[in-house]
């Protein structure tokens, strides 16, 4: 054991590491969504508490009025505090934004506007401030919102000026010309760039989406069989070697059917390979519906097929394999050339707890030739060669060695 072993290991730690990720959870929500929410809101607050700070540095400074830059600190801050426990408590969940990032940005550039006009000969800081509010907005909103805020700053901004220009006789107006027109300018940069970015976000989701299909795609390729749509034999091995599990727990039983269909080889030989594939997917359908949902069938290679049948016995399952040869046997196909008839030899085994699967495989494929050798379209159990009184553990051994 390491010494970050030792110590994350000390109940004491653990007891901090639980409280610490309570606090977290109850600060920001144990939702992951509602997390990400409050966390942006949080910071949004916590940035206008850094804003606030700048302000009443400037009032405690004289550079500024002092109760002014009070009440304006208490507004702006309270607000954000506001939406954030709206945010937080998951009220806005209800909205079109739950995370309400257009009003707070609104908020921000309402607040900022005033700020201009409260802050004197300090306003130049004011657009610093504002550029953070946009890059917010450049981040979070859409491209009509983006282009709303931009109009709304510049509208607030604007009537800021015109305010100071009317009523504060100190000030030179062709410098406050000169700091609108930085303004006008700092505000149409965000708005092109983050309309820039909010077109390469686009772009980027719609890959992200993409990629998913794709490989959601390429999962589907790699466990099924593009011809018949049935699970492929690697995807089935996973999953007969799942049940194989259950079944040394004891959970249940595990019986394997091997199927083949006969002499396909001449059915490619007279109609064409067109032909054979049609025949192929027809039989696929004709023993889906001739089985339970909770059976899975598989194509093993070629016209072999492999079909696992769960919670059931051999006497039932050799019903259920009967009804499919009868069924493949019945089976018409709307395209087929005439006189085109498919049969089907089975052969079952039942798993043994314990055993191989492969074994069990081994049985069921040979019961499946004694099924061809008997003249083909049957079905056939491959029992276990054991002497009476023996273990299905004992024959199971026995399978193995017969396998070798
Ligand atoms: N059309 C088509 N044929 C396939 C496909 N996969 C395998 N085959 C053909 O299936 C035939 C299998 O033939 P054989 O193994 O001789 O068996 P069979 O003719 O069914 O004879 P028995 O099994 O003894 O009844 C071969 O001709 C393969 O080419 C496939 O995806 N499509």
Same mark, same amino acid.
């Given at each position: ?9 000390n109940p ?21 969504t509602?997390r ?14 850094? *804003?606030? +700070?700048?302000?009443?540095?400037l ?21 954000? !505090? ?17 995370s ?6 609104l ?5 900022? /506007?005033?700020?201009?006009v ?5 306003? *130049? ?27 709304y700053a510049? +509208?607030?901004?604007?009537?800021? =000026? ?15 010309? /000169?700091?609108?027109?930085?303004? =006008? ?24 989406q ?9 999962r589907?390729?790699a ?5 018949? +749509? ?8 996973e ?10 727990r ?19 030989d !007279?109609?064409?390979?067109? =032909? ?5 997917k ?11 949902n ?22 039932g ?6 009804? =499919?040869?009868?069924?493949?046997? +019945?089976?018409t ?17 039942e798993?043994?707890? *314990? ?11 040979k ?18 060669? /054991?002497? /009476?009184?023996?273990t ?13």
């Open positions: 054991m390491t010494e970050s072993d030792a110590a994350s290991s004491k730690d653990i007891n901090l590491c639980t409280l610490s990720q309570r606090s977290i959870d109850w600060l920001f929500s144990a939702d992951p509602l990400v929410r409050s966390s942006m809101a949080m910071l949004a607050v916590l940035l206008m508490l850094g *804003g606030a +700070g700048v302000m009443l540095w009032g405690y400074t004289g550079l500024a009025p002092l109760q002014a830059m009070v009440w304006w600190s208490v507004v702006a801050v309270g607000g954000l !505090t506001v939406m954030a426990a709206l945010v937080r408590c998951g009220w806005s969940a209800r909205w079109r934004d739950p309400m990032t257009f009003q707070q940005i908020w921000a550039i309402s607040c900022s /506007a005033v700020a201009y409260l802050a004197a000969e300090a306003r *130049g800081i004011v657009p610093g401030l504002l550029a953070v509010t946009m890059l917010f907005a450049a981040l979070n909103l859409r491209a009509k919102q983006i282009v709303a805020v931009s109009l510049l +509208g607030a901004f604007s009537l800021a =000026v015109l305010f100071i220009i009317q009523l504060d006789n100190s000030t030179e107006p062709a410098l406050e010309i /000169a700091y609108a027109l930085v303004l =006008v300018l700092m505000l149409t940069g965000c708005m092109l760039l983050s309309l820039r970015l909010y077109q390469l976000r686009g772009r980027l989701r719609k890959q992200r993409e990629l998913a299909v794709a490989l959601k795609e390429n589907e390729l466990s099924r069989d593009a011809l018949t +749509g049935l699970i492929n034999r690697r995807h089935m091995r999953l007969l070697e799942l049940e194989q599990r259950r079944c040394v004891g959970v249940r039983t595990m019986l394997l059917a091997q199927m083949d269909i006969d002499h396909f080889k001449s059915i490619n !007279t109609y064409g390979h067109g =032909v054979g594939d049609m025949a192929l027809a039989f696929a359908q004709t023993v889906r519906d001739n089985i339970r909770s059976d899975v069938l598989a194509r093993w290679g070629g016209e072999e097929f492999v079909l696992l049948l769960s919670d059931t016995d051999v006497a399952a050799m019903l259920t394999l009967q009804r =499919v040869r009868a069924a493949v046997e +019945g089976t196909m709307p395209d087929a050339p005439p006189g085109l008839q498919m049969t089907v030899s089975i052969g079952l085994a798993h043994m707890a *314990g055993e191989m699967l492969e074994v069990t495989l081994d049985r069921a494929d019961a499946l030739y004694s099924a061809k050798r008997a003249g083909r379209n049957q079905v056939r159990f491959g029992e276990l060669a /054991a002497p /009476a009184g023996w299905p553990r004992q024959a199971a051994a026995l399978c193995e060695e017969d396998a070798l």
